[in-house]
């Protein structure tokens, strides 16, 4: 997954980002971009720095990704810092895979 063929909503978290950025006067850097991919990555996998093919996911793992980008701009937009929305998105993703019938995480799917 990278910054460079990220889909629309990745292009919102990154919007958001520097938006809250620009609000706050502090300058938005290409690593804070690669860091939000990260988070997101880290969120779907529990692997920060792992590689994530989006045209792999199932149909639930992309319903997911989408649950985590909207949880995701919604906490930059009430200026919950890096870490905690980390926390978040990652407990939301395995608060819904531990729901019966789940499928497996993306990084599992894709080591298969």
Do not use: W
Request: aromatic content about 6%; proline content about 3%.
């Amino acid at each position: 997954m990278s910054n460079r063929s990220s889909p629309k909503n990745l292009q919102a978290v990154q919007a958001a980002l520097k938006n809250l950025r620009d609000s706050l006067g502090k300058t938005t850097r290409p690593y804070h971009y690669s860091n939000e991919v990260g988070l997101i990555r880290f969120a779907l996998t529990g692997d920060f720095n792992c590689q994530l093919d989006l045209k792999s996911l199932t149909r639930t793992q992309q319903q997911l990704l989408r649950r985590v980008i909207c949880l995701n701009i919604k906490l930059i937009n009430t200026y919950v810092d890096f870490k905690l929305r980390k926390e978040a998105c990652r407990d939301l993703v395995l608060k819904a895979q531990s729901k019966p019938g789940k499928h497996k995480s993306a990084k599992q799917s894709q080591s298969n």
